[in-house]
């Protein structure tokens, strides 16, 4: 085998300019290209990652919303029931205090008729008394007459 060290020669520089050549006008391209690119599936990564942040953050601050939501109204709930219970109290208490002035108030006017009543009682019994003692005066009468006398009066006033 024999080389032709001038064909090699000749070869070996139009490989270098060919090599020169693609390095120039297509591998520089094609690899800007493919950075290019690269670039791009990274930034893409990275704003996944960051959506995939963000939204676990929205959901987090959902959880939390949706917590404080249920507790504020378990506590609505628990004011309600206690402001009913005391609502309930005070309708309770102010109808036993109701109940006891009309009481005490039926107590007092029927204190007050009896009072009446025995006064009128008095009044009449003390005519009664003096009509008794004018007509005792005026007959001096026996002590048999005197006791019918003063049953006749006492049935008057019973009957009254």
């Known amino acids: 085998m024999h080389i032709v060290w001038s064909s090699l020669v000749i070869q070996l520089v139009a490989f ?3 090599l020169y050549l693609l390095k120039r006008y297509a591998f520089g391209p094609l690899l800007s290209v493919m950075e290019q690119r690269r670039q791009y599936v990274a930034e893409q990564i990275a704003n996944a990652e960051t959506s995939k942040k963000e939204a676990e953050q929205q959901l987090e601050q959902q959880k939390q919303a ?5 507790k504020e109204a378990y506590d609505i709930i628990e004011q ?32 007050s008729e009896k009072n009446k ?22 007959k001096q009468v026996d002590e048999k007459s005197q006791e019918q006398l003063v049953n006749q009066y006492l049935k008057e006033v019973g009957s009254k």
Request: aromatic share 0%; proline share 0%.
């Open 80 to 111: 309600a029931k206690a402001t009913s219970t005391k609502q309930a109290e005070e309708i309770i208490q102010v109808a036993k205090s109701e109940s006891t002035r009309l009481k005490d108030d039926a107590v007092k006017d029927i204190e």
């Open 117 to 138: 009543a025995v006064a009128a009682l008095r009044e009449e019994v003390g005519g009664i008394s003096v009509k008794i003692a004018s007509k005792i005066i005026e």
């Open 16 to 18: 270098l300019i060919l």
């Open 66 to 70: 949706l917590q404080e939501a249920r």
